[in-house]
């Protein structure tokens, strides 16, 4: 592995996969109860309850694909951070999720601000994905 | 793969609350925040003149065997939660501000062990609106800060409005 590579895990949205960095995903888990009570922020569809924790869901499928995404199945928990703080995001996920090793390549083009970098795999771009900016997105 | 890390530990003390729903969903707020839950008689029409904000205020309330001198304003808990309309059955009477809530139902008194400060992946109204986040029967509850129906601000204009009125003055 070299000095540039970096792992990352891989999530599936529809037909296309796109990635975190390893060290921002706890865990994959399967469908929990969703629970939902007003609010008014973009892109939350409510809570789970998890290992006695509130975890919030944000619901990014909205954003990278659009509404007609197809139904997720499981729940990537990722590490958000704020300011000081890691809180659990759980971000629903369409299909099983992969560790993979890889470099890096810079964004190109006309790519949302969330992409940070893409990876080249085999036989596809995915692209990595900055979880804070994407939520901004919504928001501005 | 690691764990979250945070500093926001709920506050951990048994709080009394009240339960009650709004458009099919629960919510709970301090018992000691209600001074009293009552049906909807004596509700008098109330419009207030101007403010988006102000327009979840659709009543007065004056208690004429326990405090005849008071107004309280009433707040359509749906709208200021933004739901869609609901159909009030009770009205929770508020202590420390001079505001009522309507609300569908009255469900029980209970207690909750722990207080959840709100997510921070939160960042709207909800601020706001919830005091933080109470498990009660492993069912997420918000609990709902009784000063957000109406600040005391808010109050201070609405009484002016009704003193103009009764005065026969156009507010």
Known sequence: MSARTQRFVLFPLGKKRFALPAAEVSELSRPDELQTFPHTTHLLAGVLMRRGKIVPVLDVAQIVIGPNAPQRRFYLIANRRFERDVEWTAIPVTGECELTSAEVIAPTGKLPNYVTGLLSLDDEIVEVIDLNRLAATEAA | ?171
Do not use: C
């Not at chain 2, 008098?44 to 326990?66: C, D, G, I, W, Y």
């Not at chain 2, 008194?109 to 109204?125: C, E, K, N, Y």
């Open chain 2, 1 to 171: 793969m690691r764990s979250a890390r945070t500093s926001r530990k709920p506050a951990v003390t048994q709080h009394d609350v009240i339960l009650f729903s709004v458009n099919k969903t629960t919510f709970a707020i301090a018992a000691g925040a209600v001074d009293e839950i009552r049906n909807l008689d004596g509700l008098t029409p109330f419009q207030p003149s101007f403010a988006a904000r102000l327009m979840k205020v659709k009543h007065t309330l004056v208690r004429e065997n326990k405090d005849p001198d008071q107004t309280y304003f009433v707040v359509d808990s749906a709208a200021h939660l933004k739901l869609k309309s609901s159909t009030p059955g009770r009205l929770m009477v508020l202590r420390g501000v001079k505001a009522a809530v309507l609300v569908d139902a009255i469900d029980r008194m209970t207690q909750i062990a722990a207080v959840h400060p709100l997510p921070r992946a939160f960042s709207g109204d909800e601020h706001d609106w919830y005091r933080g986040l109470a498990v009660v029967d492993g069912r997420v509850i918000p609990v709902v800060n009784e000063h957000s129906f109406l600040s005391r601000g808010e109050v201070t204009v609405l009484n002016a409005q009704k003193q103009a009125r009764a005065q026969g003055v156009g507010a």
